[in-house]
């Protein structure tokens, strides 16, 4: 129950003023929004004040704790056992879907993976357009993707059949066009609630932000990317920024495919038009064909594979991630992962 309001030309005034609106205000005005309790012309008004203003870290977590409260949830028993691994999008970098194939990589390795993903907003191709292409059935309601991470390890939560309560919003953030707190809210509300995550962010600003809001929201080993190259993932071409939760503390640093004896390689060699160019880039990674699609597959996966404490560093991470393409785990995970799903399609 929320005692705290705010009235709407409270809100824009302090958006115009650069003010922040507090933690409780902020979750109201979110759960109004998201009900459609105020018309989109106002509606439209707030997210773009809070975004010209820029959205503080306070401002970010309301609005998932009142997204998260909406969203149907994935009930998981052991929630620090699994991971979430996703971006924000938004890169505009038109890269082929490396997190969806790293996905299959750390899973390979003993990942717990519960996937949060969606059709292609802003990309060439999104992560449920990419695992329809390779024959994985993708509406699973939550009793079955909970069956189906505790038999292959992997569950695809399908973002439109978990956050319902979006298509209040969805027409307006269509219209308007341009990026707001939506954006960076979507793998914030992961319905199984991952104790860890790994999450590719498109600009550097949210690197230190997010990982902060997700140390609000009570996750426990998180990190947040952003390669240099322009990359909402780690990256071959250049350094990548990181923001580290661990033990409750947080670290900011840098990485470089050197530090791990990988050569620098640009993403122009990984850019897709579409899905199916995408799914080929995924098949070559996962069939230990030598190049920039399996090098950037494994560096992430090695990432993830840390995240979620199968490894004790980030360079055994990787050395994980490499053997599990070279001995064929990988591919077979996926071929194990969309077969399973299909059989949920005459339920």
């Known amino acids: 129950m929320i005692n705290v309001t705010i009235s709407i030309t409270e809100a824009l005034t302090r958006c115009i003023e650069h003010r922040e609106i507090f933690h409780d205000e902020m979750l109201y005005l979110m759960q109004l929004m998201i009900k459609g309790e105020i018309s989109p012309q106002i509606a439209s008004a707030l ?104 038999n292959t390890g992997i569950g695809f939560m399908f973002a439109p059949l978990h956050q319902k309560a979006m298509k209040n919003i969805a027409n307006i953030r269509k219209e308007l066009g341009v990026k707001t707190i939506f954006n960076i809210l979507g793998p914030l509300t992961n319905p199984a609630r991952a104790s860890n995550q790994l999450m590719g962010v498109f600009h550097p600003d949210l690197v230190g932000i997010q990982v902060r809001v997700l140390q609000k929201l009570g996750s426990k080993h998180v990190l947040i990317v952003y390669g240099k190259e322009g990359m909402d993932e780690a990256a071959l071409g250049s350094s990548t920024m990181i923001g580290e939760l661990k033990n409750g503390s947080i670290h900011e640093y840098e990485i470089h495919p050197e530090d791990f004896g990988m050569t620098m390689i640009s993403n122009r060699n990984i850019k897709v038009n579409n899905s199916i160019e995408s799914c080929e880039l995924i098949l070559e990674a996962l069939n230990n064909v030598e190049g920039a699609a399996r090098d950037i597959v494994a560096l992430n996966a090695g990432l993830a594979i840390y995240t979620a404490n199968k490894s004790s560093d980030i360079k055994h991470g990787i050395l994980m991630a490499f053997e599990a393409i070279k001995n064929n785990s990988a591919r077979e995970k996926l071929e194990e992962f969309c077969s399973y799903t299909r059989k949920f399609e005459n339920e």
């Open 47 to 150: 997210l773009i004040g809070l975004r010209v203003k820029k959205e503080t870290i306070d401002e970010i977590t309301a609005a998932a704790q009142a997204l998260r409260s909406f969203s149907l949830s994935v009930p998981f028993a052991n929630k620090d056992d699994i991971l979430d691994m996703c971006g924000t999008g938004g890169d505009n970098s038109n890269t082929f879907n490396i997190s969806t194939a790293a996905m299959f990589v750390a899973a390979a390795a003993g990942v717990k993976i519960a996937k949060h993903g969606n059709r292609s907003a802003s990309s060439s191709s999104g992560s449920a357009d990419v695992l329809e292409q390779l024959g994985a059935n993708i509406s699973l309601n939550p009793q079955q993707v909970i069956e189906c991470l505790e």
